[in-house]
């Protein structure tokens, strides 16, 4: 019998800290006052410690709770700001997911659409060896005192593809490419440079975007009075209403473009909205997502009751209750290099990494993954020769046990004033695994006063620290308390 195909599972994450505008604006309308009427709201800005791999990581690690990860044969990364120009940010992601190495990789780029496009050509041509998993992230730079630096927002969303039981099947996808220049960022540049609203909602969301949805509603055979849900990102205030009522979707069925509670991000917006609609759909809604970007991407897809079985995950709604309010504005700037502060001599050490050391290590530094004893059942971390359990000391005993997804307890803590950290004080400590194993590790998201001797913890992937002289990022696992445990 022939399998569904469609969307086997989806995943989000949006950083904790939550930038309110407000102070944004207090900070600049001195010099554009225009950005009081956009004083609204908070967006979502990564930690120093995370990028659009991090992110991804984590998001993808929501998307397969509960999945086989040894059934999926490819991972496809987008992003319009990934880290690396010349390193597959796929193979990292990958790693740190201690998947299997016999799979395809590969990032996907260039435009606001990489995510929608990826998701497309995997729905036209699926792999026949497994499911794919597909994560889109982004944490783009903004100039002070711009429009984008009170729309933007970072964050991952991730989406298994392949056939099966999904919970949300295609019926039908269109794209339309067409060189309508909204925004750009050259290779040389950090900042996007965006044209003016009326004419990008004018001549490309009101002209382009409605041939693509109509198109992709008649391969599916539907209509769109049908669409329950119509997800479309997009920075201009009510676009998604004028589309709607072009198309003839029903206004109440046009999705909250999470604008006030994260912001806009980027490639990976149009997969999360998707994320945050499978959320609360029902079998039968129809969703219809819509992605513009030098033309637009549509798919339409049925939400299935495979959607009631799938394992709780955390997800957009949960990503959004996990948040911390922020309005430390400067800090925000520091976080990402737009004001250089003096970080005095102690941050002044050669951060070369030896590229063989990592790979050799690299299933224990980027997967976290350590030793289980065949002969005790004793896990440790670093895995070495021998068993460290005094009475057993068995020699080559041990199994990979990747020790990313266990829970563990605060044995001791320090909040170091002293240590060079870019966002101080430096919390680190000794953590006890629930499994047993124990673990120095530095510690994040950490509010003061939040962590203390058996604090419930989780590990996630993040950057340790950046060799600048080089331009290389070293990645490990730290541990941030669980909330709400």
């Not at 970007?293 to 394992?311: K, M, Y």
Request: net charge neutral; proline share 5%; charged share 25%.
């Amino acid at each position: 019998m022939t399998q569904d195909l469609g969307i086997l599972a989806y995943g989000a994450y949006i950083p904790r800290l939550r930038l309110q505008r407000k102070a944004i604006a207090a900070a600049n309308t001195w010099f554009n006052p225009g950005l009081r009427g956009q004083a609204k709201g908070e967006r979502a800005i990564a930690n120093w410690d995370e990028d659009p791999i991090t992110m991804s990581v984590e998001a993808a690690r929501d998307c397969l709770a509960g999945g086989d990860r040894d059934a999926i044969s490819s991972i496809v990364m987008a992003s319009t700001t990934h880290p690396f120009d010349d390193r597959q940010n796929a193979g990292v992601v990958a790693n740190a997911l201690n998947l299997r190495s016999s799979i395809r990789s590969q990032d996907a780029g260039g435009s606001l659409r990489a995510g929608t496009s990826a998701l497309a050509a995997l729905l036209a041509s699926p792999p026949a060896d497994g499911p794919v998993l597909l994560v889109a992230a982004d944490k783009r730079k903004t100039r002070a005192a711009s429009s984008q630096e009170m729309q933007y927002g970072d964050g991952a969303a991730a989406v298994l593809v392949g056939r099966g039981k999904p919970v949300a099947k295609l019926l039908g996808a269109h794209s339309e490419t067409v060189d309508f220049v909204h925004q750009f960022r050259m290779s040389d540049r950090e900042h996007d440079y965006a044209w003016e609203e009326r004419w990008i909602r004018d001549e490309g969301f009101l002209k382009i975007v409605p041939k693509a949805a109509s198109a992709a509603l008649a391969r599916a055979g539907a209509q769109a009075a049908g669409v329950t849900h119509l997800c479309m990102p997009s920075t201009l205030g009510r676009v998604g209403g004028a589309v709607a009522r072009k198309l003839g979707v029903p206004e109440g069925a046009v999705r909250d473009t999470l604008a006030g509670v994260c912001g806009d991000t980027g490639a990976a917006h149009p997969l999360l909205m998707l994320a945050a609609a499978l959320e609360g759909a029902k079998p039968g809604d129809l969703i219809l997502l819509l992605a513009f970007g030098e033309g637009c991407d549509a798919l339409v897809f049925e939400v299935t009751p495979a959607v009631a079985q799938l394992a709780p995950r955390q997800g957009v709604k949960g990503s959004l209750e996990r948040r911390s309010e922020d309005s430390n504005y400067m800090r925000f700037l520091a976080f990402n290099g737009i004001v250089e502060l003096e970080r005095g001599m102690r941050a002044e050490v050669d951060k070369g990494t030896p590229l063989t050391v990592l790979y050799r290590n690299r299933d224990m530094v980027q997967g976290l993954v350590g030793g289980k004893c065949r002969a005790c059942g004793t896990v440790q971390f670093p895995r070495g020769r021998y068993c460290a359990e005094p009475t057993c000391n068995a020699l080559d005993s041990q199994d990979d046990h990747r020790f990313a997804d266990s829970t563990a307890k605060v044995m001791s803590y320090t909040a170091d004033v002293l240590t060079y950290s870019p966002d101080p004080p430096a919390y680190y400590g000794m953590i006890q695994f629930d499994e047993g194993g124990r673990l120095l590790a530095d510690f994040t998201d950490v509010d003061a006063g939040g962590v203390d001797v058996g604090t419930p913890m989780r590990m996630t992937f993040r950057i340790k620290d950046v060799d600048s002289a080089r331009g290389f990022v070293r990645y490990f696992w730290k541990a941030t308390p669980i909330l709400n445990a």
